[in-house]
């Protein structure tokens, strides 16, 4: 295939972002293409510099949670504090299509580089603001966390079973969908600017973003009135649908359709269940899972999960290994989808790095450049906007950049 532009070149991207929701939107932009010029406090940067499992790495400011969300991008280091950093800020976005910050909504005002300072520069800008509760509202100037998002979207009070909740996601869900929402948003506002010419500028809430994620559920209290069952891993649509013990560990099972249910019933050897009044119907069966579900295992726990996913999968039911996670990152799957590409570090060596996991059959998304060490890109920045080495060099001495 001959490689085509990719889809997002010609596109700078302004990113103010840290930690993970704003690097994880800015990231998928980097992906396909666009420059994205990571701007950074000179001391640190990024927080996610410092965060991860290896110390070595936090030391060197490149932590494993920067590596992560950070491929593809440019690392310019600005005091925006000093007057001098705010010059070289506004000549920055002068040149910039999309600025993302995920700052709480009064810092940009109080530095005066406030949407409304920016757009009067660049009236194309697209402008990104990521926040816990959003731009307005009660709630917008409070600091938050992905967990206390967790906590306030009701996403933690449904998760668990009556031993165990409220009972957070085992990875910052809330963090991540809401650098998803961005990334989504941003890309709209890019198609509207390219038929209208005008810039605008977008609020994305953490709170707001981690809520249609739970539709069906919201949907069965808003509209059904029934709250939520706390089910564990059990899926509340269906029956069989949910975690059941084999002769070695365990198994996902969805049966949610009635054919699936009864295939079970007959991969299993237990036909008569399909016209037991308790499991005959789906909504009975729900309501019976409890009993149903030690005589599905009773059989279960004669072979290992891998007999009976692949004989329940032959059958059309949806069924697989409960994988760790390192056998879910190296899965042949994982590794025919290319989700993950391999890049050399500098000080570090070979990494795997997250490619972009929707596949363009035109103009596809991958990783070209390893995360930038702290700064590695500001000369190179500074220049292609006017300024010399002397004036670099003054700028370092003042501990601008």
Not at 38 to 47: F, H, M, R, V, Y
Not at 134 to 162: F, H, T, V
Request: aromatic fraction near 6%; proline fraction near 6%; charge should be negative.
């Amino acid at each position: 295939m001959t490689q085509r532009t990719p889809l997002l070149a010609g596109i700078r991207v302004l990113d103010m972002t840290n930690v993970l929701s704003g690097p994880f939107a800015t990231l998928h932009l980097a992906l396909l293409g666009a420059e994205v010029i990571k701007i950074e406090n000179p001391t640190d940067g990024d927080l996610a510099r410092k965060l991860g499992s290896v110390p070595k790495y936090n030391q060197m400011l490149m932590g494993t949670s920067f590596l992560a969300q950070n491929a593809n991008k440019r690392s310019l280091t600005l005091n925006l504090k000093a007057p001098e950093g705010k010059e070289i800020f506004r000549k920055l976005v002068a040149t910039a299509d999309v600025l993302v910050e995920n700052f709480r909504p009064d810092v940009m005002g109080r530095l005066g580089l406030s949407y409304d300072v920016l757009r009067s520069i660049n009236p194309r800008l697209i402008y990104c603001g990521i926040s816990g509760f959003g731009q307005s509202g009660p709630d917008a100037l409070k600091p938050a966390y992905d967990q206390i998002i967790q906590g306030l979207s009701g996403e933690m009070a449904i998760n668990g079973d009556d031993r165990l909740s409220p009972l957070r996601a085992g990875f910052p869900v809330c963090d991540t969908v809401g650098g998803l929402n961005a990334a989504f948003a941003i890309m709209a506002a890019l198609y509207h600017r390219e038929h209208t010419g005008e810039g605008q500028s977008i609020d994305i809430a953490l709170l707001d973003s981690i809520m249609p994620l739970m539709g069906w559920v919201v949907a069965n209290l808003m509209i059904g009135k029934q709250e939520p069952v706390l089910m564990g891993n059990d899926n509340f649509t269906a029956a069989p649908s949910g975690v059941f013990v084999t002769r070695d560990g365990y198994i996902n099972i969805a049966a949610n359709k009635q054919e699936q249910w009864e295939a079970v019933a007959d991969v299993l050897g237990l036909p008569e269940l399909k016209t037991d009044p308790r499991f005959q119907e789906r909504d009975t069966r729900k309501k019976n899972r409890k009993a149903l579900t030690p005589l599905l295992e009773a059989r279960l726990r004669e072979q290992d999960t891998a007999y009976w996913v692949e004989v329940l999968n032959k059958h059309d039911v949806p069924s697989g290994a409960i994988l760790t996670l390192d056998q879910a990152m190296h899965q042949p799957q994982v590794e025919h989808r290319s989700t993950f590409t391999t890049l050399e570090v500098e000080g570090i060596g070979a990494i795997p790095l997250f490619n972009m996991t929707a596949k363009f059959e035109k103009t596809p998304g991958m990783v070209t450049a390893p995360p930038p060490r702290l700064g590695e890109h500001t000369a190179e920045v500074l220049h292609g906007i006017g300024f010399d080495e002397a004036q670099i060099a003054a700028l370092k001495e003042k501990k601008v950049i």
